[in-house]
């Protein structure tokens, strides 16, 4: 029976995973931890406890108390909240991380961990187009070089002591339910809420930035496919390229364009259009769909169907 342990279970992508997780491995066998409080269908649905991953050791008791099989670590400072506070950034990212590979080569029943790597490991000497899974990686963030020193740690401690760590390189995410905070994507999520509150929009990127990205549904498919993939089936112990629509602001802007004619959207670019400029525009995800089977499901038009109705239902809007 597995026991899994969410760290960031409050975040974008933890407060979806952790209910997915629940629905599979049953809901008292899925612990979700944050430093901060979590929403209440995280805690009336299974076990929620407030915990510090920079804590080794209340994170080693916690572990061993709830005879935790399998971690989830989801915690991070993302791309542009990194740039304001470099070094803090960098320990808090890569200490964590560290915490959590240490506790899996000493606790012999953790067996599987995730991590989530990113498209900020790449730099501008990287392919823009179709980036390979193999290639220069010269990333200029703090996030992208905290997330590029990770990905070698898991090859690392997989390689000299066995440790089953799995990870995707995730482009930026969209998603109704939980908003991410302080990342250069953000715009994809933004730019959703504000056209429906709002009608307008200030975006920090201009028109024509063509990112990755994947909504959150594809990225929660993914991750659970990948965790509960054959580990003979894998061939790479860091982290696999993935990849969703690639979209510019101007393109979803036109996408909403069709629901709500009068959407308002003006481009202030701020410190994260570099940012932007230095990842790739496309990310060729072909060997993740050779090893485990994956095909994104989730195009442009559905997503901005999807995001809509949410964001007004939530919101209590008719429109
Ligand atoms: C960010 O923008 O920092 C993140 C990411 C792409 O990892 N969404």
Known sequence: MERILIIGAAGQIGSELTLELRKIYGNSNVF????????????????????????????????IRHKITQIYHLAAVLSGNAEKLPVQAWHINMNSLMNILEVAKLVEE???????????????????QMTPQVTFMEPTTVYGISKLAGERWCEY??????????????????SYKTE???????????????????????????????QP????DDAIKATIS??????????????????????????????????????????????????ADSWPQSVDDSLLRKNIGWQPGFDLKKIT????????EKNNFSK
């Not at 009336?44 to 080794?56: A, H, I, K, S, Y």
């Open 32 to 63: 979700a931890t944050d430093i901060k409080d979590a929403q209440a269908d995280i805690k009336e649905t299974g076990p929620f406890q407030l915990l510090d991953v920079m804590d080794d050791k209340h994170l080693i008791h916690f572990v």
């Open 110 to 128: 953790v067996k599987k961990i995730f991590w989530p790597s990113s498209i900020a490991v790449f730099g501008p000497s990287t392919p823009k």
């Open 157 to 174: 401690y997989f390689k000299r002591y066995g440790t089953d760590i799995r990870s995707l390189r995730y482009p930026g995410l969209i």
């Open 180 to 210: 991410p905070g302080g990342g250069t994507t953000d715009w994809a999520v933004e730019i959703f809420f504000e056209a429906v509150k709002k009608g307008k929009y200030t975006c920090f990127l201009n028109e024509n930035t063509v």
């Open 213 to 216: 990205l994947m909504f959150m």
């Open 226 to 275: 990948l965790m509960e993939a054959e580990r003979s089936k894998l061939d790479i112990h860091s982290a696999y390229n993935i990849c969703g629509p690639c979209l510019s602001p101007g393109m979803v802007t036109d996408s909403i364009r069709n629901y709500i004619p009068d959407f308002a959207v003006e481009y202030k670019p701020d410190f994260r259009q570099q940012i």
């Open 305 to 312: 169907e999807i995001m809509l109705l949410k964001i007004r």
